[in-house]
């Protein structure tokens, strides 16, 4: 019977062949069926693989750049904050904590590193999870998936789509080329943080190439979990997890070991620049510029090789424009200096009176329509009587001063009182050779207030406008040494009489004072003689693209325009009557640095070379001895310049331009609405409440020698001048002059 049991259990020759064919089949078999798996992965069967060209333009969110002159980033257009860097931009100290944290070997393998991942799966086995991804993988992940899956089939055929993904990277770039990759596209979790540009400078006010260990090795362990290791929510964390990267650098010999125990001592520093719209210089401006690059591509229908449209927020584009970062944050500096100073004048004006009485009452009711909190109360239905007791009821909110924001608790109507007694200001600077715009200053607080009052808005230009009326004169055969009547006055008759209110300074007065000392009697005399359309087409041949109405008070600026405009006519003056363009865009490239557009602006020759000069002449007199003075008395400018104040009925606006031979620049000052303004002409006058800004800025402008903007006088035009600007001579032969000017006009 034993014997029989020990025959069957032993196995023969022919059932050891059997077997042997049957291993080797199902060994062959799951081979087989791996490598059709993995083929299948490989060419797109359960998901799309990037092609080679995916790989070098990943689909990512990349913000677009504004650069200025000087080639500083003025800002950035985005939905996630991504910008891309260079392997020449990375500081060697990010390199060295990446791949002493996350890949030791990756120098030594080719995408996947086997020896690592067969070691991190017998971890696995006894409970010990670690993670086996090589940077090239991780990259991988980064670029072409929609994030880690979450189930464990879709999870797994992921890891083979990551891990094909990594050998063609591997065969196809260089590792700089791959961890540049890595970085610039990694997640830094909170604040729209996304690449390692974008990281360095929200959390350490840096760029890459300049970060020290401490900051690498913060950043680096992002990595693992950017929210629970993040510096700012959980410092702790960040520090133990710094300090793992720093250990791992000394293990891997970046650092010693003395080296090593130093930086784990140190505390964390941070300087956290948080990026948002209105961060960074000229916020305005960029503001301003995106609306008109998508204008200018729908226009001249500029879309990619595709025919889909360019997206500012995503497509990583490089925007070159004229501004200088120096002479823009100049102009900001200025601007802050002197709104603080008046800001604190105009309150202490309305202190113990009531600026919303009477009919001023509806300047709250406008205030309150106008407001997004009323627009949303509407779409919810609210009736009038409770949305009433809505702007009544105290809510906690943040407010604009000049030290600040401000955290308070007030009611939505007196938000709106508050809001309307904030003075705004506009500035803009350009040289009216090149026509290129050198700085912006759109408002006096993005954040706060939105809207662009160098361009967008337009406001009454008062005296402003007066040289207009000037040139055509000149242009017409006028010297400024003509004396005219300068007397209350009526132009016109019937429905269209006209007469002008002012201040006489005596008469008859010269063309040259009357325009120094403003004066409206002498103005309205001119503009009866040489036309108000001649004026008024001239103005517009000048720039001017608003409204201006053929009737007599445009001479005293009875029109609306832009500082943008204004300050582009006056540069037609200094340019020898030539108008150029004014130009803030120079050429926008994509992000590969091949350009889509370039801006070429129009010039037009709109005055007599001589008539301009001329013109600018007389404007030098308003600086050397009339209402533009305070120049020279109380900030001691010693240099040729010129310019002009303007100041509006009951001094709603502010204004004054000033020019230089190499710019133009232009200042408005007033509140939201023309019915607030300042109770006396004092205060409230382009002299006080505009040429401020001006003087401020061009102090700085000068005071900075690396602009190399000099102090020399307007140049003559070719072919020099033939009329007489010295007054005192011009009047021994006066009558000669005045006959010939007779003949000429026709009377």
């Given at each position: 019977?034993?014997?029989?049991?020990?025959?069957?259990?032993?196995?023969?020759?022919?059932?050891?062949?059997?077997?042997?064919?049957?291993?080797?089949?199902?060994?062959?078999?799951?081979?087989?069926?791996?490598?059709?798996?993995?083929?299948?992965?490989?060419?797109?069967?359960?998901?799309?693989?990037?092609?080679?060209?995916?790989?070098?333009?990943?689909?990512?969110?990349?913000?677009?750049?504004?650069?200025?002159?000087?080639?500083?980033?003025?800002?950035?257009?985005?939905v996630?904050?991504?910008?891309?860097?260079?392997?020449?931009?990375?500081?060697?100290?990010?390199?060295?904590?990446l791949?002493?944290?996350?890949?030791?070997?990756?120098?030594?393998?080719?995408?996947?590193?086997?020896?690592?991942?067969?070691?991190?799966?017998?971890?696995?086995?006894l409970?010990?999870?670690?993670?086996?991804?090589?940077?090239t993988q991780?990259?991988?992940?980064?670029?072409?998936?929609?994030?880690?899956?979450?189930?464990?089939?879709?999870?797994?055929?992921?890891?083979?789509?990551?891990?094909?993904?990594?050998?063609?990277?591997?065969?196809?770039?260089?590792?700089?080329?791959?961890?540049?990759?890595?970085?610039?596209?990694?997640?830094?979790?909170?604040y729209?943080?996304?690449?390692?540009?974008?990281?360095?400078?929200?959390?350490?006010?840096?760029?890459?190439?300049?970060?020290n260990?401490?900051?690498?090795?913060?950043?680096?362990?992002?990595?693992?979990?950017?929210?629970?290791?993040?510096?700012?929510?959980?410092?702790?964390?960040?520090?133990?997890?710094?300090?793992?990267?720093?250990?791992?650098?000394?293990?891997?010999?970046?650092?010693?070991?003395?080296?090593?125990?130093?930086?784990?001592?140190?505390?964390?520093?941070?300087?956290?620049?948080?990026?948002?719209?209105?961060?960074?210089?000229?916020?305005?401006?960029?503001a301003v510029?995106?609306?008109?690059?998508?204008?200018?591509?729908?226009?001249?229908?500029?879309?990619?090789?595709?025919?889909?449209?360019?997206?500012?927020?995503?497509?990583?584009?490089?925007?070159?424009?004229?501004?200088?970062?120096?002479?823009?944050?100049?102009?900001?500096?200025?601007?802050?200096?002197?709104?603080?100073?008046?800001?604190?004048?105009?309150?202490?004006?309305?202190?113990?009176?009531?600026?919303?009485?009477?009919?001023?009452?509806k300047?709250?009711?406008?205030?309150?329509?106008?407001?997004?909190r009323?627009?949303?109360l509407?779409?919810?239905?609210?009736?009038?009587?409770?949305?009433k007791?809505?702007?009544?009821?105290?809510?906690?909110?943040?407010?604009?001063?000049?030290?600040?924001?401000?955290?308070?608790?007030?009611?939505?109507?007196?938000?709106?009182?508050?809001?309307?007694?904030?003075?705004?200001?506009?500035?803009?600077?350009?040289?009216p050779?090149?026509?290129?715009?050198?700085?912006?200053?759109?408002?006096?607080?993005?954040?706060?207030?939105?809207?662009?009052?160098v361009?967008?808005?337009?406001?009454?230009?008062?005296?402003t406008?007066?040289?207009?009326?000037?040139?055509?004169?000149?242009?017409?055969?006028?010297?400024?040494?003509?004396?005219?009547?300068?007397?209350?006055?009526?132009?016109?008759?019937?429905?269209?009489?006209?007469?002008?209110?002012?201040?006489?300074?005596?008469?008859?007065?010269?063309?040259?004072?009357?325009l120094?000392?403003?004066?409206?009697?002498?103005?309205?005399?001119?503009?009866?003689?040489?036309?108000?359309?001649?004026?008024?087409?001239?103005?517009?041949?000048?720039?001017?693209?608003?409204?201006?109405?053929?009737?007599?008070?445009?001479?005293?600026?009875a029109?609306?325009?832009?500082?943008?405009?204004?300050?582009?006519?006056?540069?037609?003056?200094?340019?020898?009557?030539?108008?150029?363009?004014?130009?803030?865009?120079l050429?926008?490239?994509?992000?590969?640095?091949?350009?889509?557009?370039?801006?070429?602006?129009?010039?037009?020759?709109?005055?007599?070379?001589?008539?301009a000069?001329?013109?600018?002449?007389?404007?030098?007199?308003?600086?050397?001895?009339?209402?533009?003075?305070?120049?020279?008395?109380?900030y001691?400018?010693?240099?040729?310049?010129?310019?002009?104040?303007?100041?509006?009925?009951?001094?709603a606006?502010?204004?004054?331009?000033?020019?230089?031979?190499?710019?133009?620049?232009?200042?408005?000052?007033?509140?939201?609405?023309?019915?607030?303004?300042?109770?006396?002409?004092?205060?409230?006058?382009?002299?006080?409440?505009?040429?401020?800004?001006?003087?401020l800025?061009?102090?700085?402008?000068?005071?900075?020698?690396?602009?190399?903007?000099?102090?020399?006088?307007?140049?003559?035009?070719?072919?020099?001048?033939?009329?007489?600007?010295?007054?005192?001579?011009?009047?021994?032969?006066?009558?000669?002059?005045?006959?010939?000017?007779?003949?000429?006009?026709?009377?």
């Amino acid at each position: 019977m034993s014997k029989q049991v020990k025959k069957k259990n032993t196995l023969t020759t022919e059932d050891v062949k059997r077997y042997t064919r049957n291993f080797w089949k199902v060994l062959i078999g799951v081979i087989l069926l791996e490598f059709l798996f993995i083929f299948s992965v490989g060419i797109g069967l359960f998901g799309k693989l990037p092609t080679f060209r995916d790989l070098e333009n990943p689909k990512s969110n990349l913000a677009s750049e504004v650069i200025s002159a000087d080639n500083v980033v003025l800002g950035t257009y985005f939905v996630q904050n991504r910008s891309n860097v260079r392997y020449d931009e990375l500081s060697p100290n990010l390199v060295q904590a990446l791949i002493a944290t996350e890949d030791k070997r990756f120098y030594r393998h080719s995408g996947i590193d086997y020896r690592r991942t067969f070691t991190i799966i017998f971890y696995n086995l006894l409970g010990r999870r670690q993670g086996a991804s090589t940077i090239t993988q991780q990259l991988a992940l980064n670029l072409f998936s929609e994030g880690r899956a979450r189930s464990t089939g879709k999870r797994i055929i992921q890891k083979f789509q990551e891990w094909i993904t990594a050998v063609r990277l591997e065969r196809n770039y260089t590792k700089e080329e791959i961890i540049t990759m890595y970085f610039n596209t990694v997640d830094f979790g909170a604040y729209n943080t996304y690449g390692i540009k974008s990281a360095a400078r929200t959390y350490f006010n840096t760029t890459p190439d300049k970060l020290n260990v401490q900051q690498a090795a913060i950043l680096v362990g992002m990595l693992k979990g950017p929210g629970i290791y993040s510096p700012v929510r959980y410092p702790q964390n960040a520090i133990r997890r710094r300090n793992v990267v720093i250990e791992n650098m000394r293990s891997e010999g970046f650092l010693t070991r003395e080296e090593s125990l130093k930086l784990q001592k140190e505390p964390l520093v941070l300087d956290m620049r948080i990026s948002n719209y209105g961060e960074g210089l000229a916020p305005y401006f960029r503001a301003v510029m995106k609306r008109e690059i998508q204008r200018q591509f729908n226009e001249m229908s500029i879309t990619k090789a595709d025919g889909t449209p360019w997206d500012l927020d995503r497509d990583g584009l490089k925007i070159y424009t004229t501004i200088n970062s120096k002479m823009q944050l100049y102009a900001e500096e200025a601007q802050k200096e002197w709104m603080k100073t008046i800001q604190a004048s105009f309150d202490k004006q309305w202190k113990s009176r009531d600026p919303f009485r009477g009919d001023k009452a509806k300047l709250l009711e406008t205030g309150m329509k106008r407001s997004d909190r009323y627009r949303m109360l509407k779409q919810a239905g609210k009736s009038d009587a409770e949305i009433k007791k809505d702007f009544d009821t105290p809510v906690p909110m943040t407010i604009f001063t000049w030290e600040g924001n401000k955290d308070t608790t007030m009611t939505p109507m007196d938000s709106i009182r508050y809001n309307k007694l904030i003075l705004r200001n506009a500035f803009m600077s350009m040289e009216p050779q090149t026509g290129y715009v050198r700085a912006w200053v759109g408002g006096i607080n993005f954040e706060h207030y939105k809207y662009d009052q160098v361009k967008m808005g337009t406001r009454q230009v008062g005296s402003t406008a007066k040289p207009f009326t000037y040139a055509v004169a000149i242009d017409n055969g006028f010297s400024p040494c003509f004396q005219v009547p300068n007397v209350p006055l009526t132009v016109g008759s019937g429905p269209y009489a006209w007469t002008p209110r002012g201040e006489s300074v005596g008469s008859p007065i010269t063309l040259r004072r009357a325009l120094a000392n403003s004066q409206n009697f002498a103005t309205a005399y001119m503009v009866n003689e040489v036309g108000a359309r001649a004026v008024a087409t001239l103005t517009k041949r000048m720039g001017i693209t608003s409204e201006v109405p053929e009737y007599p008070s445009i001479s005293l600026g009875a029109y609306e325009a832009s500082v943008y405009d204004m300050v582009g006519a006056y540069s037609a003056f200094v340019n020898h009557g030539v108008w150029v363009e004014p130009t803030y865009i120079l050429r926008i490239e994509d992000k590969n640095g091949m350009p889509i557009y370039e801006k070429a602006p129009r010039v037009t020759k709109v005055l007599n070379s001589e008539s301009a000069y001329i013109m600018v002449d007389m404007l030098k007199s308003v600086v050397d001895g009339g209402s533009g003075q305070r120049l020279r008395w109380r900030y001691n400018f010693t240099n040729p310049m010129g310019g002009k104040t303007g100041t509006t009925n009951d001094n709603a606006d502010a204004w004054f331009i000033g020019i230089t031979p190499e710019l133009v620049s232009g200042v408005w000052t007033g509140a939201e609405d023309r019915g607030i303004s300042f109770y006396s002409m004092a205060e409230g006058q382009g002299a006080q409440a505009a040429l401020p800004v001006f003087a401020l800025y061009m102090q700085k402008v000068y005071a900075d020698t690396t602009l190399h903007y000099t102090k020399d006088d307007f140049p003559l035009p070719e072919g020099g001048i033939s009329k007489e600007l010295d007054c005192s001579k011009y009047q021994e032969f006066m009558p000669q002059e005045e006959e010939k000017l007779d003949d000429r006009l026709g009377f």
